[in-house]
């Protein structure tokens, strides 16, 4: 029995969801697999929030307001950002992720960081439901995990 298996068979969960709107063809196909997964694995829609944002560079602050609801056992953050002509790439990259990871260190929930960094849009369609599998379906997968580790006792 795997721990997907183990938290949606004993109980369930509240996920909240961030996504960027910035490179929608991508972030769009993330959100479904994200939402397909979670109802294959028990989790009703009911129990799910999705918040929109601009960019990628918006999700730790959206991800941080859902989290101080204390309503949600899990975060889901989902982006994409694709390299330009600038650097603009690199702190928008560097940034998102060191606030996403902060979150999931100090905040009281998992926060999984679903955010695609590519060099080009291929890369991008290619793990958003292409040959390189959905970024979202694993997220899913494993914020469940994470909550499931958060509800055991170590003792
Ligand atoms: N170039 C990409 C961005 N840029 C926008 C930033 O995320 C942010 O919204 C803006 O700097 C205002 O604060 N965002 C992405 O998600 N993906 C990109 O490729
Ligand atoms: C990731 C970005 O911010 C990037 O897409 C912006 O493109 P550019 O560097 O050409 O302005």
Redesign the pocket.
Known sequence: MNNQQTLTQKSTAKIGIVVADFNEIVTSRLLEGTLSELNHLGIQTKDIKVVHVPGAFELPRAAKRLMETELFDGIIALGA?????????DY?CAETAKGLAELSLQGANPVMFGVLTTDNIEQALNRSGGKGGNKGRDCAQGVLQMINLDRRDFS
Not at 81 to 89: A, C, D, K, L, Q
């Open positions: 950002v694709i390299r330009g002509e600038t650097s603009h790439y928008v």
